[in-house]
T-cell receptor, first 112, second 112 residues
């Protein structure tokens, strides 16, 4: 089974800090995604990547950037954390969209 | 644009009751449709999918039929169990797009 591992389950950071969320998948998937999940809003796509060093903005990229230096790793960066970025962050990977996404367990980030 | 609308939750049922969670969509073109499930404290898992009209996806006793005429993909299960308590997300993708568009999720609570 494909596994997607997010480095932290819970994080607490201070306003203005630079925050790195790491995601690693072990099945050679081309496509990787970062979503945030908020009550009543469902999942919203932040960024995605369809190849190494390739990235595309999703629906809510403001305040975020990403890095994909190796195929298996996709990092989400909060350049200067703000309280409105307190959320659950979910990473996913896929071979094709039709094959379905495999999600990590999520990182619950609190910015104080 | 492309979007997914799910029924508001929570849905509360007794064990062995019949389940329906409604999902309708708007799409430019011919979407592929998915149901994902999120158990407490976990990431999302693909539950079932259908890639063309009149297809029926099924898994773990859950079923959903791709209805093009009503633009719907309702999730059903004949007899729910306490272990089915989770949040269910309907999602779609269109054409060659890499990304999934999710509904806001419906929480199901099954009481013994």
């Amino acid at each position: 089974d494909v596994k997607v591992t997010q480095s932290s389950r819970y994080l607490v950071k201070r306003t203005g800090e630079k925050v790195f969320l790491e995601c690693v998948q072990d099945m050679d998937h081309e496509n990787m995604f970062w979503y945030r999940q908020d009550p009543g809003l469902g999942l919203r796509l932040i960024y995605f990547s369809y190849d190494v060093k390739m990235k595309e903005k999703g629906d809510i990229p403001e305040g975020y950037s990403v890095s994909r230096e190796k195929k298996e790793r996709f990092s989400l960066i909060l350049e200067s954390a703000s309280t409105n970025q307190t959320s659950m962050y979910l990473c996913a990977s896929s071979l094709t969209v039709e094959s379905g996404y495999t999600f990590g367990s999520g990182t619950r980030l609190t910015v104080v | 644009g492309n979007s997914v609308t799910q029924m508001e939750g929570p849905v509360t049922l007794s064990e062995e009751a019949f389940l329906t969670i409604n999902c309708t969509y708007t799409a430019t073109g011919y979407p592929s449709l998915f149901w994902y499930v999120q158990y407490p404290g976990e990431g999302l898992q693909l539950l079932l999918k259908a890639t063309k009209a009149d297809d029926k996806g099924s898994n773990k006793g859950f079923e959903a039929t791709y209805r093009k005429e009503t633009t719907s993909f309702h999730l059903e299960k004949g007899s729910v169990q306490v272990s089915d308590s989770a949040v269910y997300f309907c999602a779609l993708t269109v054409g060659s797009s890499y990304k999934l568009i999710f509904g806001s999720g419906t929480r199901l609570l099954v009481r013994p």
